[in-house]
């Protein structure tokens, strides 16, 4: 059987195993991906449509790329991501070449980088919206979850609860 993993929050890739079992990548919020021959970045096309919870708009590739530089303790220091210290070794600037296409330019990239950092497999940076995040500020959005998932947090009450519902 198939399992899927669905959050409140979703990342660039999904995955999923093969009838193997060998892990594959598979489109989540990006549609299209290519990684460079020399492993030096990969370009993730973003797939039109998504929004965000709340009324928040469109994800966009610079949704993305606010997303993983505010994780990554190389460009934002004061991070309190638990992946900003893995990010930094393997990871440079992301940018936006256009409203779709988002670039993770890899210091280090390896059979692993994938399903380590953009998918819902490992520890993939989960994307939030920048439109949110420029208008509530940093510390309001610590504790305002408005991810792009198929579930909206209603409430939470720290080491004892959340409640999630379903949306379309």
Known sequence: SELTIWSVFETVLGSKRDQGGALVMEPLIAD???????????????????????????????DVALSYNSANTSISPETIHDTGG???????????????????????????????YASDYWEGISIFSKKAFDELGDEEMRGTPIGSGPFLLTDYVQNKSVTLEAQD
């Open 32 to 62: 299209a991906w290519e990684t460079a021959a020399d492993g030096s970045y990969t370009d993730f096309t973003i797939r039109k449509g998504i929004l965000f919870q709340h009324g928040w708009g469109e994800l966009t590739a610079e």
């Open 86 to 116: 893995d990010l930094a070794i393997v990871l440079d600037e992301a940018t936006v070449l256009d409203t779709y296409t988002v670039r993770l330019p890899w210091k280090v990239f390896a059979g692993n980088s994938l399903p380590q």
